[in-house]
């Protein structure tokens, strides 16, 4: 399972920080993603950092926002800079989780709101 965690109300301009954090008995954590939606609109792909590090980003993040993890802790960072008002959305965390050597399926975080004021 996944537990994010930050979020909040931020003015433009500003900064913030989403983490997420996976628990269990895990085997193996594959490729983390942050996504985003806002009402009425699909969800979009934030960013995402692979288990060695390799990070994507959003055409519309670029130069602002920064993905890291922690794979020790099972853990991956949204670090969130300049922000917008069109940043104003959900971000959900994902991660492809083993808990076996062989299986594996897509675990959800559960959402936490970002709102930034102009």
């Known amino acids: 399972q996944l537990q994010a965690s930050g979020g909040g109300l931020v003015q433009a301009g500003g900064s913030l920080s989403l983490s997420c954090a996976a628990s269990?008995?895990?085997?193996?954590?594959?490729?983390m993603r942050w996504y985003r939606q806002v009402p009425g609109k699909e969800r979009e792909l934030v960013a995402q950092i692979t288990r060695g590090g390799t990070t994507t980003y959003g055409d519309s993040v670029k130069g602002r926002f920064t993905i890291s993890r922690d794979n020790a802790r099972n853990m991956v960072t949204l670090q969130l800079g300049s922000l917008k008002p069109d940043d104003t959305a959900v971000y959900y965390c994902?991660?492809?989780?083993?808990?076996?050597?062989?299986?594996?399926?897509?675990?959800w975080g559960q959402g936490t709101l970002v709102t930034v004021s102009s």
């Open positions: 994902s991660a492809s989780i083993f808990y076996t050597s062989l299986s594996w399926r897509e675990y």
């Open positions: 269990g008995r895990i085997f193996r954590i594959d490729t």
